[in-house]
């Protein structure tokens, strides 16, 4: 990144999201490729109160938190930096995209009021369970374990994933609260929604709620997509996007009209069974008992941190004669109660202060303001060449995003034995969500368990050249349709 475009002013600030038992390091593949390709010195911000168990508290209580960070974040900002920002953007990976779905519902009316130049641009996500969690399998085993597991052993955010859950104020259940009215309104505010979804070994997130669709899918290898126009551009990254329209069944038959394909798809499903049986054994008598311990630890801990959360206020009114700052921040007290009326005067005042007792709103300043919007260099990174986007590129990714934009439930591949059978709270989730317009893609992506390799959690250098260029193509698509909002294109 060249001196006169870091001393551009920022006109973007990307907000990226972890999901359930992850931290802000997850996002930073991500962070780093937007910062590497985006012309216009974005602002980056990946909030980090809510790591590893802290995401067990319930997606509305992570979300206020996240509201906190954000608001500390534009409030500590130059008035230059304000001034030039026109647009903000969501990128979420996993449980990551509900928060992120909350916090827009709750946060949009202080950014009209306090930031009206700042307008929303894209909401991406990645392997995001929109539709929540269901295996569908008719309490068959394991699934019907892993159900009472997943909605028991995570916390208040793993009832309300697996839909167990009910708001206290009107008894209904989150992930439908989420999904219409004021944060439903706010979603369709952004130029542009893009999903990603995993159609192959994503171990946690389902193809079907990623994707919001109310159809399974079964990919093979000949289902990936052969559009020429798209296949002969260099940057698509034809090895692992998929075209859900096309009938897999005929392909499956195209292969199995070969004898010798034949032959290694028994082995292939042979040894595959085999390592099913090793993996499931290895993960009954060694890594579930730690598993269990571990989970339940965690989620004791969460109701005793949801409890003080809800009853923070009588709390502090009782304890009134402790420390003020630190009792606020052990009960996650917003900071905009702590300061009426100028509260951005206010606010410098405080941090610039040297008493211990203000040490605590200091710690959040020092988290936010690290540098998880700094651009961290590695090997891949620098092999990045800095050259404007050519004009054949301009042309093809409209191409795609036309073509992906209509990529939607009617053109989905049917196929009456995968219709899922959908009770009327996770249809009415799924009908809202397709009232508005999404960018959709269907990945095959490499690997054990590909819900790690959407976002490459453990770093771009790890990962292999299939995954590594499908997230270079997916921050460039989101670059893209970025620009595209800036300058009032909608396709």
Not at 117 to 133: D, S
Not at 294 to 309: A, K, M, Q, R
Not at 375 to 388: G, H
Not at 423 to 436: F, I, P, S, T
């Amino acid at each position: 990144m060249n001196d006169s475009l870091h001393n551009k002013s920022p006109e973007s600030l990307f907000i990226l999201m972890h999901g359930l038992l992850g931290s802000h390091k997850h996002m930073h593949a991500v962070r780093d490729l937007i910062l590497s390709k985006d012309e216009s010195n974005s602002l980056v911000l990946i909030p980090c109160k809510n790591g590893f168990f802290k995401t067990f508290d319930g997606i509305e209580i992570v979300g206020d938190r996240v509201i906190k960070e954000i608001k500390i974040f534009l409030k500590t900002r130059s008035e230059s930096e304000i001034k030039s920002l026109k647009w903000i953007s969501f990128i979420s990976y996993s449980m990551g995209g509900l928060i992120s779905r909350y916090v827009i519902g709750e946060i949009l009316p202080y950014l009209e009021k306090r930031y009206p130049n700042i307008k929303l641009n894209t909401f991406m996500t990645f392997a995001t369970p929109h539709l929540g969690v269901n295996f569908f399998k008719d309490g068959k085993f394991p699934y019907n374990v892993l159900t009472t597991l997943g909605s028991n052993l995570l916390g208040r955010s793993g009832r309300q994933l697996f839909l167990e859950d009910k708001d206290e104020k009107n008894s209904e259940k989150l992930m439908l609260k989420i999904s219409k009215g004021k944060y439903l309104d706010a979603l369709k505010k952004f130029k542009y929604r893009i999903c990603l979804a995993n159609a192959h070994n994503d171990r946690t997130v389902a193809y079907y709620t990623a994707f919001i669709t109310d159809s399974g899918y079964t990919c093979d290898l000949n289902t990936f997509e052969e559009d020429c126009i798209l296949c002969d551009w260099s940057k698509f990254p034809k090895e692992s996007i998929l075209n859900v329209t096309k009938d897999p069944s005929n392909c499956e038959n195209e292969i199995q009209s070969n004898k010798e394909k034949k032959l290694k798809i028994r082995i292939f499903h042979g040894l595959k069974f085999m390592g099913k049986v090793f993996a499931i054994t290895l993960f009954v008598f060694c890594i579930f008992p730690l598993v269990l311990v571990i989970n339940t630890v965690g989620t004791t801990i969460s109701y005793i941190n949801v409890w003080f959360y809800k009853n923070k206020m009588t709390l502090l009114s009782k304890f009134s004669y402790l420390n003020k700052n630190w009792l606020s921040k052990k009960l996650d007290i917003d900071l905009d109660e702590e300061f009426d009326d100028d509260e951005m005067e206010q606010l410098i005042e405080v941090l610039s202060r040297d008493d211990t007792e203000d040490d605590s709103i200091k710690d959040d300043m020092e988290d936010l303001l690290s540098a998880d919007w700094e651009l961290k260099k590695n090997k891949y990174i620098d092999t990045i060449e800095s050259v404007p986007t050519d004009k054949r590129d301009s042309v093809c990714f409209k191409y795609f995003i036309e073509k992906y934009n209509k990529n939607n439930i009617k053109q989905h591949f049917e196929d009456p034995n995968k219709k899922l059978p959908f009770d009327a709270v996770r249809k009415e989730m799924y009908e809202n969500l397709n009232k508005l317009k999404w960018i959709r893609v269907p990945y095959k992506l490499t690997g054990a368990n590909t819900h790690r390799a959407i976002v490459a959690r453990s770093g771009i250098e790890s990962t292999s050249f299939v995954n590594r260029k499908a997230l270079d193509f997916n921050i460039e698509l989101l670059i893209e349709v970025s620009k595209y909002a800036n300058e009032g294109i909608q396709i």
